[in-house]
């Protein structure tokens, strides 16, 4: 899989689990590739979440309730996420 398909894979399923009014991912793949536990396919991304729905919740939360919803991809195709909040 390359990145484009997953950042529409991840889109859409945030898109349809969680109220937003906006998401952007963005590949930050860059950071990790001199890590020695870094694996071709496996990607970095940094998920920003436009929502009133989710500011009212803890952070822990919230990523709890995205890593649930990206469970498959995270095992498959995600090396590491970052979820901001806006």
Not at 22 to 37: A, R
């Amino acid at each position: 899989m390359d990145i484009n398909q997953l950042i529409e894979i991840v889109k859409k399923k945030i898109n349809a689990s969680i109220q937003v009014d906006d998401v952007k991912i963005l590949d930050k793949t860059f950071l990790h590739l001199k890590h020695d536990n870094h694996k071709q396919g496996k990607f970095h991304l940094q998920i920003i979440i436009k929502s009133e729905k989710l500011k009212i919740k803890n952070r822990i939360e919230v990523s709890r309730q995205v890593h649930k919803i990206l469970e498959y991809e995270i095992k498959k195709f995600i090396h590491s996420i970052q979820i901001k909040l806006i």
